[in-house]
């Protein structure tokens, strides 16, 4: 079935790297994506990456797919503590697309 | 409105109840989603809706959920014989390019089941 898998918590120091991982299962998904949530706001797109590319960078975002073992990855550079939110990858499934969610890494960022 | 508006923001009901949320989707966004998220997880699917019709609602736990878009714009989730294990937060998205999935969401209806 349809499975999403991320670790539950990441604490970086300010100004760090962050990496963020997820694994997913269908292998048809057409589209991998990151979604940010901060307390009290709706979710929000952070980015996405066709299936049939590596890699895509967005001024400090870096997102990895590994088609083969089925692994995604969102690296941020220069972690501030703006960026401290839960973080969710998504794969698109079925016919219509609908997008299943993983369970979310809390991002912790010290100062 | 500019994004996605949902209300009530809060509902606090009694198990056995009968609860309304309501979705109000940025203008011209076809596609329409509920999900639902339980505390300390991700959003989980509930329905998808191309314009008045539901494409997919292979997330509906049971048959007390049932969700209308009646013009093809707002929705309307539908709870009946509310139960504790209910309590989440009910969130809609539209969209409006269904191929790249990009989902503009809500902030979400805050459900708690007494």
């Known amino acids: 079935g349809e499975d999403v898998e991320q670790s539950l918590f990441l604490s970086v120091r300010e100004g760090d790297s962050s990496v963020i991982n997820c694994t997913y299962t269908?292998?048809?998904?057409?589209?991998l994506y990151w979604y940010k949530q901060e307390p009290g706001a709706g979710l929000q797109l952070l980015t996405y990456?066709?299936?049939?590319?590596d890699m895509k960078q967005d001024q400090r975002l870096t997102v990895l797919l590994n088609k083969k073992d089925k692994h995604l990855s969102l690296r941020i550079a220069d972690t501030q503590t703006g960026d401290s939110a839960i973080y969710f990858c998504?794969?698109?499934?079925?016919?219509?697309?609908?997008?299943?969610f993983g369970t979310g890494t809390l991002l912790a960022v010290q100062p | 409105g500019a994004g996605v508006s949902q209300t009530p923001s809060n509902k606090v009901t009694e198990k056995g109840k009968y609860v309304e949320l309501r979705c109000d989707p940025i203008?011209?966004?076809?596609?329409l989603y509920w999900y639902r998220q339980s505390l300390g997880q991700g959003p989980e699917f509930l329905i998808y809706?191309?314009?008045?019709?539901?494409?997919?609602d292979s997330g509906l736990p049971n048959d007390r959920f049932f969700a209308v878009r009646p013009e093809g714009s707002v929705s309307t989730l539908k709870i009946q014989r509310t139960e504790r294990g209910d309590s989440a937060v009910y969130l809609c998205?539209?969209?409006?390019?269904?191929?790249?999935?990009?989902?503009?969401f809500g902030e979400g209806s805050r459900l708690t089941v007494l």
């Open positions: 998205a539209s969209s409006v390019d269904r191929v790249t999935g990009e989902l503009f």
């Open positions: 269908d292998s048809s998904s057409t589209y």
């Open positions: 990456i066709f299936s049939n590319m």
């Open positions: 998504a794969e698109t499934s079925g016919a219509t697309n609908k997008l299943i």
């Open positions: 203008s011209g966004h076809t596609a």
């Open positions: 809706f191309q314009g008045t019709g539901a494409a997919d």
